[in-house]
């Protein structure tokens, strides 16, 4: 049971193409949250979602597209990838109850040519 | 959310006590403070949170000062696998919130043998 999956853990793409990133959590909690970790600017905010059906932007949400048909996943994709979105993109799930911590995943590395 | 301020870095003997200062005077009276850790090139990983009383679990103590305007985050026994980045942030807790995190710049902690 490995609660919060994402997938792939490392991946190369060409700038214009279009790429998605894949969270799947075992646990059923209605949050699920999507961060880039880059140098010199810390975690950052993309797009988060409070159930199916239910997605609101983050800090830093252009170029990025985000949907949640099932509670268990979350993918995040990048419609014609570029250069600055180059990053180490993580995920995070949360339950619903007031007062509980996000559990995080292992991180995506993306690197854009 | 409110603003926190935390140094960019610290340095602990091992075996000694890490205290790890944080400022949040703009503080509302239903935000919680949550710390969290990044162990190099790994999620987050939720440490403990409190409201207005000091906090204790297996991994820390969370002491709050009285006006809640600062907090305290103590490592007992710091270790070297105690080495990593640590946020302090501060969230509102209750119904309706969307549960999301911001993260600052944290502090960098560096145990030494």
């Known amino acids: 049971d490995a609660g919060i999956t994402q997938s792939p853990r490392y991946k190369i793409t060409e700038t214009g193409r279009q790429v998605t990133l894949m969270c799947h959590q075992t646990?059923?909690?209605?949050?699920m949250f999507w961060y880039r970790q880059d140098l010199g600017h810390g975690l950052r905010l993309i797009y988060y979602s409070a159930a199916a059906d239910i997605t609101d932007k983050g800090e830093v949400p252009d170029g990025y597209v985000v949907s949640r048909s099932k509670t268990e996943n979350f993918p995040l994709t990048l419609e014609s990838a570029t250069r600055s979105q180059t990053s180490v993109y993580f995920c995070a799930t949360k339950r619903m109850d007031m007062n509980t911590e996000a559990f995080f995943g292992q991180g995506t590395r993306l690197t854009v040519v | 959310d409110a603003k926190t301020t935390q140094p960019p870095s610290m340095d602990c003997a091992e075996g000694r006590a890490a205290n790890l200062p944080c400022n949040h005077s703009?503080?509302?009276?239903?935000?919680?403070v949550y710390w969290y850790r990044q162990i190099h090139s790994q999620g987050p990983q939720y440490i403990i949170h409190g409201l207005k009383n000091n906090e204790t679990n297996e991994m820390a103590s969370l002491i709050i000062t009285e006006d809640r305007k600062s907090s305290t985050l103590i490592l007992p026994h710091a270790t070297l696998r105690d080495t990593a980045v640590y946020y302090c942030i501060v969230r509102v807790d209750g119904s309706g919130n969307t549960g999301k995190l911001i993260f600052g710049q944290g502090t960098t902690l560096q145990v030494k043998p």
């Open positions: 703009t503080i509302s009276g239903n935000e919680y």
């Open positions: 646990w059923s909690h209605s949050y």
